[in-house]
């Protein structure tokens, strides 16, 4: 069962996932809504949990921050391949030789099959949307799973309407460990907010570190806690702020 988080406790480290958690859904990567309240909100929190605020997101930082231009935390982009420290450029990755460039091309080529089909490159991978295309899921699935088997550094990372080849080394459950490590992190209670499958390994971290995590909207989560969308989290975040 799920409960309604408890307050955000002052000690806390704050680890926010993105897309599905503080922005809708939306029929397209780039068709997200930034709510006009959130950069403020962020800009709060990072004050007063002392600077503990990361975004964990499956996006990469340089998307993250055309989007949120003025977050003063940490970012851990690709599902955690790319950190970036407060402002700085991200951490370089290990790619394993991976050809990024002949990975998206191919990945183009399978995609010709159908014109709902949408692909997302990445620095580190690339992702095949099918959200326009729904029938389509299993054919994506199948065709990105025969694809991974020639690139054994990439691991298949399922997400909602999506399916994404990504670093093996990545995982948003590293990335929190790691930030875990930073000055302004360490020693508190990590607290995660996520809504998808790529969240999950966060969420079980945070909980096995003694703090807690939060489910957003519906469906299956090792989360011990629930908020039903982006805005009820919003609303949870903000009451923690002062007036
Ligand atoms: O880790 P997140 O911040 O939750 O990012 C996960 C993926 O989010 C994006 O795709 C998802 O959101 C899109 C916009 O709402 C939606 O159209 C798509 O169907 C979803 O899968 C993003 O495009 C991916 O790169 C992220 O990995």
Redesign the pocket.
């Known amino acids: 069962m799920t409960a309604t988080p408890p307050d955000l406790p002052a000690d806390a480290a704050l680890f926010l996932?993105?897309?599905?958690?503080l922005?809708?859904?939306?029929?397209?990567?780039d068709?997200?809504v930034v709510p006009d309240t959130l950069p403020a909100l962020l800009a709060g929190l990072h004050r007063r949990q002392g600077g503990a605020v990361a975004l964990?997101?499956?996006?990469d930082v340089a998307d993250l921050r055309r989007y949120l231009p003025d977050f003063p935390g940490a970012i851990a982009g690709s599902?955690g391949a790319e950190i970036a420290w407060q402002g700085a450029p991200p951490d370089p990755v290990e790619t394993g030789g991976l050809d990024a460039t002949a990975l998206h091309a191919r990945v183009r080529d399978l995609a010709a099959h159908d014109d709902r089909l949408l692909v997302?490159p990445?620095p580190h991978g690339v992702?095949l949307?099918y959200?326009a295309a729904p029938d389509l899921a299993e054919w994506v699935d199948r065709t990105m799973g025969e694809l991974a088997s020639h690139y054994p550094a990439l691991a298949l990372q399922p997400?909602?309407?999506?399916m994404?080849l990504r670093p093996k080394s990545a995982g948003k459950d590293r990335a929190l460990s790691r930030l875990m490590q930073a000055p302004d992190f360490a020693g508190r209670i990590p607290v995660y907010a996520?809504?998808?499958l790529?969240?999950e390994a966060a969420m079980a971290e945070a909980q096995s570190r003694g703090g807690f995590a939060i489910k957003i909207g519906a469906g299956p989560t090792v989360a011990r806690h629930r908020l039903p969308d982006p805005a009820a989290l919003a609303r949870w975040l903000a009451a923690a702020l002062p007036c």
């Open positions: 996932d993105f897309d599905g958690c922005v809708e859904i939306a029929p397209r990567p068709a997200i964990v997101s499956g996006r599902h997302e990445k992702v949307h959200r997400a909602k309407m999506a994404e996520g809504d998808d790529t969240d």
